[in-house]
């Protein structure tokens, strides 16, 4: 059904363009993590954010754009910007060569944080998406807007669990991650 509604949109020129700015951070890498992002429709915007009590920066990056993404209700035409060189370097570059060689690198390694990658995948695809990469912490409006919506997320987590919590949960996330790389590895 998407490829159907994207090939209809692209028919009749009826995207909406849409404008995502998105950011993502962690405390610790790993640590705790918040990602946001800013959509924008005209004079219209809104923020989405999210985080996590254990995980990384890069799946913060990943996150924030996959969820900004998998917000919009119907296909459109997306600038989307981030601060973040792996996400834009991935999507642009990496993700071809991943996918032909079953989701492995160049040196035949599992590809690191492939469950956010293949989501963002499957989320852009519905759309028309260019991928700008733009400085972060310079004054974009809504780059910084990001950058502060993701730490609130960040503080949020940190007031909800106690500090042992969260050194168990980071603990259980590096175990978590490095037996998933183990495994991927061994294939």
């Known amino acids: ?26 405390e610790g890498n790993p640590g705790p993590g918040g990602w946001a992002a800013v959509l924008r429709y005209g004079d219209h915007s809104r923020d989405v954010t999210g985080g996590e009590p254990a995980t990384t920066n890069n799946r913060m990056e990943l996150q924030a754009a996959i969820s900004a993404i998998a917000s919009l209700k119907e296909p459109c035409e997306v600038t989307l910007f981030t601060d973040s060189e792996y996400l834009r370097g991935g999507i642009t570059e990496w993700l071809p060569r991943w996918k032909a060689n079953h989701w492995r690198t160049a040196d035949r390694k599992a590809v690191k944080n492939d469950d956010l990658w293949r989501q963002l995948d499957e989320a852009a695809s519905r759309h028309r998406v260019a991928w700008q990469w733009l400085k972060g912490h310079v004054g974009h409006v809504d780059n910084e807007r990001c950058d502060q919506l993701a730490a609130a997320e960040i503080a949020q987590i940190r007031r909800h669990f106690k500090p042992e919590q969260l050194a168990a949960l980071r603990e259980a996330f590096i175990a978590s991650r490095d037996l998933n790389r183990n495994q991927a590895n061994l294939f």
């Open 1 to 26: 059904e998407g490829t159907t509604e994207v090939l209809r949109m692209a028919e009749t020129g009826t995207w909406k363009k849409i404008t995502i700015h998105t950011d993502g951070g962690c």
